[in-house]
Structures are given as structure tokens and as C-alpha cells.
């Protein structure tokens, strides 16, 4: 057999065309994004909807457009969408967005992120840091992913740093994670003092959570990720070890040589190499869905 490797391609989040002018934002520009991914390597596609103005959305109707204009551009690549929400919006539109969307729309995954996100932003030239918070209680956690079993959508648990892992040994033994669980070890800022209070993309920082995450879940599947170029290291070292893992215009723009790439197609590209030099081969879209429907 193989050894596969699941590479999950994140297209836009939270980026705007100021950081990259080809930040996919409108359903038909994910859909070709998608589709040059998948023909790279990609099994997976990650995507955050954008409201008119550019900013957060919960819409099903936007949400619908994508997956259906991905499905149809890239039929076989697994899609993920987000559940990451700004503070003040309660997790009920989350979940109002997964009912919603019909059979033919609805996403195959979906993140959740294992606890609170807070960050301190620089603001250049600027004295001071604005706090945003983006909020995950355990109520909110326990009642998506009860949604997740209701519509037949598998949780990305992310997990960002010892103590995401702590809520999901908790989690689990409570009874509320699927029983055989798919992660996300997002190492979700790009070095130390950045600002984003969660584990910095070093190598240290992914040896030790991926230490405690294989002690905590033994045989449980994840795809790892950093921030800005600092991601490169952390997805090396994660092909190294055998994990899954994660690249894309969300995570960073620019290519390990710091310049910026074309596409998302570009890293995916880049990650397949990778593989390929270490023995291993990128999963297709049935793999991946094998692989993760085996952690469901």
C-alpha cells in the first residue's frame, strides 16, 4: 500500500486581494481555483464565503453557490467549509447554515475550532493592539457537532495549542466528539510576539503538540498547518512524520522563498514534490474520503 497523504488546499479565509490580488472570493473564482488544486494534488478544498462588502458571511445562499459551482468545476475533491465566526454571532447561525443548505449543497466537512481564539492585532505606526475574540464554548462546540451527526457532515477539529487538546481529551470523554476523530493541527501564527495567542508554525512548537496529540488520540488521522512562510516547516515536518497536511492562501501567500505564488495551485504543487521525495503519495479524493471516513 501507498503511503498517502491527504493534502487539503484552504483557498481563501480570511485574506483580502490587498495581501494577494488573486485571493478567490466569488464562487466561480473558488470553483477554478478548486479545480487547478485538484488537478495539483489537492483532495480537499477549504473555503470561507464572503458577504458583498468582503467581509464574514453565514449565508446559505452564498455558501450554496460555492459548493455547487466547485462541484461542478471539481467533482471529485472533498469540500470544507468554515465555522469560524466573529465574536457576538452565536453559534445558532452556524448551525442554521447547515440546515439550511440542501443535500446537493451541503459541504463534506466542516472546521470547528476546539476552543476561544484571541489576538492582539499590530496596527503599524500605531501605539496599542485591538483585541478581537472569536468564541467557542463548550455548549457551542457540543451543539454544532450535534449538527454535524444530524446532516452527515464531518468535523475538522482544529486544534491550535495544549490546551485545544486538553478540551478535546474533554470533549471526548464526555462523550461528544465522533468516536474516531479528524483534526486539524493549526499552528496558527506566523512566530512568537505575532499577536494570534495560539501556538506559534515553529518546528519545537509541532514536535511537541504532535507528541501529545498521538499520546492523547493514538491511530486518530490530522492534517497540520502554520502561518505565513513559517507554514512550510511545519507541513515539511508533518510529511516527515507521516501526518496529512495543509496549504493555501489562507495559511500564506507566499512561497517558501518568501515570494508571492500565483495560485493556490502553486503550494499544492509544491507539496506534492515534497511527498514524492519522502516516498509518499498524494491521496485522491476517494482516499481522503476513506482516510477521514474512517475518523468520523
Not at 491527504?6 to 466569488?26: F, K, T
Not at 453559534?91 to 475550532?113: F, K, T, W
Amino acid at each position: 500500500m501507498p503511503d498517502l497523504v491527504i493534502i487539503e488546499a484552504a483557498l481563501n479565509g480570511g485574506r483580502s486581494r490587498q495581501e494577494h490580488p488573486g485571493v478567490p472570493l466569488a464562487a466561480d473564482e473558488l470553483a477554478a481555483e478548486a479545480r487547478r488544486c485538484a488537478e495539483a494534488g489537492a483532495s480537499v478544498v477549504h473555503v470561507h464565503a464572503r458577504s458583498r462588502t468582503g467581509g464574514w458571511t453565514a449565508s446559505p445562499v452564498a455558501y450554496a453557490r460555492i459548493v455547487r459551482a466547485i462541484r461542478a468545476a471539481a467533482p471529485e475533491v472533498l469540500i470544507s467549509i468554515t465555522s469560524l465566526r466573529p465574536q457576538g454571532v452565536p453559534v445558532a447561525r452556524i448551525q442554521h447554515l447547515l440546515e439550511q443548505l440542501p443535500p446537493d449543497a451541503r459541504p463534506d466537512l466542516i472546521s470547528v475550532n476546539l476552543g476561544h481564539i484571541t489576538t492582539w492585532e499590530a496596527r503599524p505606526g500605531r501605539n496599542g493592539r485591538p483585541t478581537r475574540h472569536f468564541p467557542n464554548s463548550y455548549d457551542d462546540i457540543a451543539q454544532l457537532l450535534e449538527t454535524c451527526r444530524a446532516k452527515g457532515v464531518t468535523p475538522e477539529l482544529g486544534l491550535m495549542d495544549f490546551g485545544f487538546i486538553s478540551n478535546a481529551v474533554a470533549l471526548r470523554d464526555d462523550g461528544v466528539l465522533p468516536a474516531e476523530p479528524w483534526f486539524l493541527l493549526e499552528l496558527d501564527s506566523p512566530a512568537f510576539g505575532a499577536g494570534t495567542q495560539v501556538a506559534p508554525a515553529t518546528d519545537a512548537t509541532y514536535a511537541a503538540l504532535s507528541a501529545t496529540l498521538r499520546e492523547q488520540f493514538p491511530g486518530a488521522p490530522w492534517a497540520a498547518h502554520g502561518a505565513g512562510v513559517a507554514t512550510y516547516a511545519v507541513v515539511q515536518r508533518a510529511l516527515e512524520e507521516g501526518a496529512h497536511v495543509r496549504v493555501g492562501f489562507e495559511d500564506a501567500v507566499e512561497m517558501p522563498d518568501g515570494s508571492l505564488a500565483r495560485s493556490n495551485a502553486d503550494q499544492v504543487a509544491w507539496t506534492v514534490k515534497r511527498a514524492t521525495a519522502l516516498g509518499r503519495t498524494a491521496a485522491t479524493a476517494e482516499d481522503a474520503r476513506r482516510i477521514i471516513a474512517g475518523s468520523r
